[in-house]
């Protein structure tokens, strides 16, 4: 007997997650094409592109779904696949006619091929040929894989992975991305079946082209959902499978290999010269590290070169002498290969080493901008292991100088604390600091100054009114103060509250609403402090007058009680 569906929502549900099933009834509406066959289902969704979905059900009352989006090519279970699946499920009782029709429909046609001629047979697929482009390529490369002419299947492979068809612009947009996918695939699938037809010497060769030119242009597509990168992996793969199966020269191998990874074309088919141990042998991978150290040699600031001699030397046991002095050819400017090296040292048990090259990063680090953070954090955390809490203070108050801001103010404010340095001369010192890296006039244009966010961050509201009032506060700040003093100096924080609202007066939109009836509320609790109430009835009956045609602005102040 023909089943019916043999799942429900909640197995839907189950398997896509209740996220992507409440999105899939969105899509209700776009299921088009659907055919229900004796073993799957397939269907057509219309989303932000064109979708294929097709989904299965196991023997054991199991469901399986493939679609072709990016987020179903990742092996999910999208929201693409759940609204087929509730289409389904919404004409369940036709399912077993229709489930029945299409098994009959097999039935008959196999009988009727299985009664035709091969010369019938001959004829029908070539019917097909003329009418299919994409069928008559994919069989034409197979011909030409299966025949002796190397050079044919050369020139149709890279004729596949040309972006030119499809580079309106000169460049493959997003939305050709797909198409141009499904083209670089076929190129995939011929190299493996040149491989498979006993052809891996030819599919090597051919590989190691195809490589190349995808990695030429894939700088010139738009790979947002990942399509030409998933592409690109399976070239690599069925280079190395070609390399296994046909066994070619180590050396030669590893000169291309090397070469390759060391051409910016690599990034798009991310090759690992380690999958390759067993292809290169011990001869082969001597080879390459000879050319990648030679190679780093001749220019140690090449970023490419330095990562795979660094690769090989880790492959070899990781000579930290070695390392260090592949890093040290070239220093970052702001100490972060420095601290690189300390770490290395400090993993191989070389503490007073890695101290050392971390504090060279700080004497050597250039001045505009202070060394790294992660670098002085290192030096600190040694320093203050150590118990010297003094040096701690010396270090976070010279990257105080080199970049005032909060952060390293209360880094400087944490380690004289717990020195016991900090009220007095120290403190004093890291504000006229934070002052001196401002100007009075600066905090409007320029985000605020530190100093302020720091008097606030200490709770010196005093001197933070003052900072600001001199002109070291931007429209945030002063706002901030004005929340914090509101109860202690409600007069004060009422005309900034005040003069907040009036920009917003001429604005529309809901954060423009919803900062006005903030605001509004700040007023009122500083009129209720002051003991004028009425007062704050008349300027909300005034603005709201000045505001009325705002009907979405009054809905907001209505809903705040205002």
């Known amino acids: 007997m023909t089943r019916s569906p043999g799942f429900d929502e909640t197995d839907l549900r ?6 992507s099933f409440e999105r899939g009834r969105g899509y209700l509406s776009a299921v088009t094409r659907l055919d229900i066959g004796a073993e799957s289902i397939t269907a057509t969704v219309d989303g ?22 990016p987020y179903g090519q990742e092996g999910n279970f999208c929201k693409h696949c759940v609204a087929v699946g509730l289409t389904v499920l919404a004409q369940a009782g036709a399912v077993p006619r229709q489930r029945s029709a299409a098994a009959s429909r097999t039935r008959a046609l196999d009988t009727w091929l299985d009664s035709r001629t091969r010369e019938e047979l001959l004829a029908l697929v070539r019917e097909q040929l003329a009418e299919d482009r994409g069928l008559r390529r994919r069989l034409e490369l197979r011909a030409a894989a299966a025949g002796e002419d190397a050079g044919v299947v050369r020139e149709r492979i890279l004729s596949l992975l040309d972006t030119r068809p499809f580079a309106r612009y000169g460049y493959v947009e997003r939305a050709d991305a797909r198409a141009y996918r499904r083209q670089a695939a076929e190129a995939v699938a011929a190299l493996r079946a040149l491989t498979a037809g006993g052809r891996s010497a030819d599919a090597v060769r051919v590989a190691r082209e195809a490589l190349t030119e995808l990695g030429r242009s894939y700088g010139e597509i738009d790979d947002s959902d990942g399509l030409i990168g998933d592409v690109a992996t399976e070239l690599a793969a069925t280079h190395l499978e070609a390399c296994r199966t046909a066994r070619p020269d180590p050396a030669e191998t590893a000169e291309w290999l090397v070469h390759h990874l060391l051409d910016d074309v690599h990034h798009a088919t991310d090759i690992d010269l380690s999958d ?17 150290v030679a190679a780093w040699r001749a220019d140690p600031k090449g970023w490419a070169k330095k990562h795979l001699v660094e690769r090989f030397l880790r492959a070899d046991g990781g000579d930290v002498d070695a390392l260090v002095a592949v890093h040290a050819a070239d220093l970052a400017p702001n100490g972060r290969t420095h601290l690189v090296i300390a770490k290395e040292l400090g993993a191989a048990g070389r503490a007073a080493e890695a101290l050392e090259w971390a504090e060279r990063g700080l004497r050597e680090v250039v001045p505009d901008g202070g060394p790294d953070d992660e670098l002085v954090a290192f030096v600190c955390e040694r320093y203050a292991r150590a118990g010297r809490l003094a040096d701690v203070v010396t270090v976070r108050r010279d990257l105080l100088r080199a970049r005032p801001s909060l952060a390293t103010y209360q880094h400087v404010r944490t380690a004289a604390t717990a020195a016991g340095t900090w009220e007095g001369a120290e403190r004093a010192d890291a504000l006229k600091t934070l002052k001196a890296a401002a100007h009075p006039g600066e905090g409007r244009w320029c985000g605020g100054s530190a100093l302020v966010d720091a008097l606030l961050d200490d709770g010196d509201l005093d001197a933070a009114w003052q900072a600001a009032a001199d002109g070291y506060a931007d429209q945030r700040q002063w ?6 003093v509101r109860d202690q100096r409600p007069a004060d924080a009422l005309t900034v509250y005040l003069r907040g609202i009036e920009p917003l007066r001429s604005r529309t939109g809901d954060g423009a609403y919803a900062r006005m009836a903030e605001l509004l509320l700040g007023v009122r609790a500083c009129h209720r402090a002051l003991g004028t109430e009425a007062e704050f009835a008349t300027y909300l009956a005034a603005l709201r007058a000045d505001q009325k045609r705002k009907r979405k602005l009054m809905a907001v102040l209505d809903q705040h009680g205002l």
């Open 479 to 484: 706002l901030a103060l004005a929340d914090a």
């Open 48 to 69: 932000s592109d064109t979708y294929e979905v097709e989904l299965t059900e196991d023997g054991d009352g199991g469901l399986s779904a493939w679609c072709d989006c």
């Open 14 to 19: 189950r398997l896509a997650g209740a996220r």
């Open 276 to 292: 390759y141990q067993d292809v290169l042998g011990e001869p082969g991978l001597a080879r390459a590290r000879d050319i990648a």
